[in-house]
């Protein structure tokens, strides 16, 4: 398993409670899936409009279970913007 660090942004922040935590995950469905435990209730519901980030590369329609995650990487949590 790797160990990194997730960052929520704008109503994915104020969802979670926090700018970011650790995580601990082979993949990103697992990194995603602890999130969901450790914040259950609109969290769940905001990640389902997200894009994602890993290590500085858009996820796009990949599988989440099929996008590895590396020792000390970063996934960031990207909801919807307004304005642009």
């Known amino acids: 398993m790797a160990a990194g660090t997730i960052r929520y942004w704008a109503a994915a922040k104020a969802a979670a409670g926090v700018a970011e935590e650790p995580y601990t995950a082979?993949?990103?469905?697992?990194?995603?899936?602890?999130?969901?435990?450790?914040?259950?209730?609109?969290?769940v519901r905001v990640l389902q409009r997200c894009s994602f980030l890993v290590d500085g590369r858009s996820v796009g329609k990949r599988g989440h279970e099929t996008v590895r995650l590396a020792e000390g990487g970063t996934v960031e949590v990207l909801p919807p913007f307004a304005g642009g």
């Not at 990194?31 to 914040?39: P, S, Y």
């Open 26 to 43: 082979d993949d990103l469905a697992q990194a995603l899936a602890g999130a969901r435990e450790r914040h259950p209730g609109e969290l």
